[in-house]
């Protein structure tokens, strides 16, 4: 069995990595961390884990080493960097959900993270966690930066098309909206009961952090650089993202002849679903799962090119983070990439 320690496992992601984990037929949850309440048996203060003995314990590095072969970290951005590196260092697997290796250009972390970053060399050594766009790398990497949630649903949606000859690169126009856990579970005015409910609101217009990790992976499929215009915005569910994104054609293509091209692209792709002409996605329709439901629509009257107007639904709990986290766990392990990841959607 796989020893796991969970980092940070009283937040939205951690106990959602622990409720995935404790039916994963191939680990053993061996630690998990909570400064707050350290001490405390999990069953105590989460109702829904009556199945396990563990309690939290500090975030204490030298302590933890010998309990886990994997260090999965569910740390607010900044406190991961030493995190991972103490653990990197020490020859542990590492999954680190936060933002802290995602860019790869420390310059780049440092202008929209605000905070130095101290491990460079650990930064340029970090595989970006998405499976489907770098699944060999993944397999040998020894840090993985687990990806964004937003960026998640953007790349899956646009990957297929990013191509220079086939998109107006410098078109793309990104619309997400986000359930209230997608800040995490530390108690703020703004996302209390009654400032979410029963309204919505954009936030971060023009400098959301999820905006350079976006074009590196789109610059990086284009093989050119390029910038996106992307506007977050919040709405009153629990968990879920809807993106719908807009990028113009280069040529006049038929939405049958873009439909075969993401199913082309996807076809091996247990997570990634291409929907039938027309169908819209719903954040319900993959609450609690690993999927991605993608939807094309094409605007033919928007000038001399086509607009393609994708829409993609994600879990930002699960595909945008616990999920994606375990599925780069089979991958890094050897074990069917599927394996934990299998219950249906919640629905309701
Ligand atoms: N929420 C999402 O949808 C989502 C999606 C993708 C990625 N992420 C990223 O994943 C990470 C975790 O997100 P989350 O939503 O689970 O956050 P969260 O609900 O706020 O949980 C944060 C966890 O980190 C612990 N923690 C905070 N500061 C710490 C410190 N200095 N040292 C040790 N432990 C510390 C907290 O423990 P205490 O019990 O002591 O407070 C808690 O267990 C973040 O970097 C976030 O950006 C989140």
Same mark, same amino acid.
């Given at each position: 069995?796989?020893?796991?320690?969970?980092?940070?496992?009283?937040?939205?992601?951690?106990?959602?990595?622990?409720?995935?984990?404790?039916?994963?037929?191939?680990?053993?949850?061996?630690?998990?961390?909570?400064?707050?309440?350290?001490?405390?048996?999990?069953?105590?203060?989460?109702?829904?884990?009556?199945?396990?003995?563990?309690?939290?314990?500090?975030?204490?590095?030298?302590?933890?080493?010998?309990?886990?072969?994997?260090?999965?970290?569910?740390?607010?951005?900044?406190?991961?960097?030493?995190?991972?590196?103490?653990?990197?260092?020490?020859?542990?697997?590492?999954?680190?959900?936060?933002?802290?290796?995602?860019?790869?250009?420390?310059?780049?972390?440092?202008?929209?993270?605000?905070?130095?970053?101290?491990?460079?060399?650990?930064?340029?050594?970090?595989?970006?966690?998405?499976?489907?766009?770098?699944?060999?790398?993944?397999?040998?990497?020894?840090?993985?930066?687990?990806?964004?949630?937003?960026?998640?649903?953007?790349?899956?949606?646009?990957?297929?098309?990013? *191509?220079?000859?086939?998109?107006?690169?410098? %078109?793309? #126009?990104?619309?997400?909206?986000? =359930?209230? &856990? /997608? !800040?995490?579970?530390?108690?703020?005015?703004?996302?209390?009961?009654?400032?979410?409910?029963?309204?919505?609101?954009?936030?971060?217009?023009?400098?959301?952090?999820?905006?350079?990790?976006?074009?590196?992976?789109?610059?990086?499929?284009?093989?050119?650089?390029?910038?996106?215009?992307?506007?977050?915005?919040?709405?009153?569910?629990?968990?879920?993202?809807?993106?719908?994104?807009?990028?113009?054609?280069?040529?006049?293509?038929?939405?049958?002849?873009?439909?075969?091209?993401?199913?082309?692209?996807?076809?091996?792709?247990?997570?990634?679903?291409?929907?039938?002409?027309?169908?819209?996605?719903?954040?319900?329709?993959?609450?609690?799962?690993?999927?991605?439901?993608?939807?094309?629509?094409?605007?033919?009257?928007?000038? *001399?090119?086509?607009?393609?107007?994708?829409? %993609?639904? #994600?879990?930002?709990?699960?595909? =945008?983070? &616990? /999920? !994606?986290?375990?599925?780069?766990?089979?991958?890094?392990?050897?074990?069917?990439?599927?394996?934990?990841?299998?219950?249906?959607?919640?629905?309701?």
């Amino acid at each position: 069995m796989l020893k796991v320690a969970i980092l940070g496992g009283s937040g939205y992601t951690g106990s959602e990595l622990l409720r995935l984990l404790l039916s994963h037929p191939e680990v053993k949850v061996t630690a998990i961390t909570s400064e707050r309440l350290a001490g405390l048996p999990v069953s105590d203060v989460f109702l829904h884990f009556r199945n396990t003995d563990l309690r939290f314990e500090p975030l204490k590095a030298s302590e933890l080493e010998k309990k886990a072969d994997l260090f999965l970290l569910c740390l607010p951005h900044k406190a991961s960097q030493e995190t991972a590196a103490f653990f990197h260092d020490k020859g542990k697997k590492v999954i680190d959900l936060s933002a802290d290796y995602r860019l790869k250009s420390s310059r780049v972390y440092e202008k929209w993270y605000k905070t130095p970053h101290h491990f460079k060399n650990l930064l340029k050594k970090a595989v970006y966690g998405l499976p489907e766009l770098h699944r060999e790398k993944i397999r040998k990497a020894s840090i993985v930066a687990n990806p964004g949630c937003y960026p998640t649903s953007v790349l899956l949606g646009l990957a297929p098309v990013m *191509k220079k000859e086939f998109i107006d690169s410098d %078109s793309i #126009i990104i619309d997400s909206k986000s =359930g209230t &856990s /997608g !800040a995490g579970r530390s108690p703020a005015q703004p996302f209390m009961f009654c400032e979410v409910d029963e309204s919505i609101k954009a936030y971060g217009i023009a400098v959301h952090r999820h905006t350079p990790e976006i074009e590196q992976e789109l610059s990086a499929l284009a093989g050119t650089k390029l910038n996106v215009i992307f506007t977050p915005h919040l709405v009153p569910m629990d968990r879920g993202i809807l993106s719908t994104i807009y990028v113009r054609l280069k040529n006049k293509v038929s939405l049958s002849a873009i439909r075969s091209m993401y199913r082309d692209y996807y076809q091996d792709e247990a997570f990634v679903r291409i929907l039938n002409n027309g169908v819209y996605p719903v954040t319900k329709a993959v609450k609690g799962s690993n999927y991605c439901d993608i939807s094309l629509f094409l605007d033919k009257r928007s000038g *001399k090119g086509h607009t393609l107007i994708v829409v %993609s639904a #994600i879990d930002n709990l699960i595909k =945008g983070a &616990s /999920g !994606a986290a375990i599925q780069n766990m089979n991958i890094l392990y050897g074990f069917d990439e599927t394996t934990g990841l299998t219950a249906l959607p919640l629905s309701l």
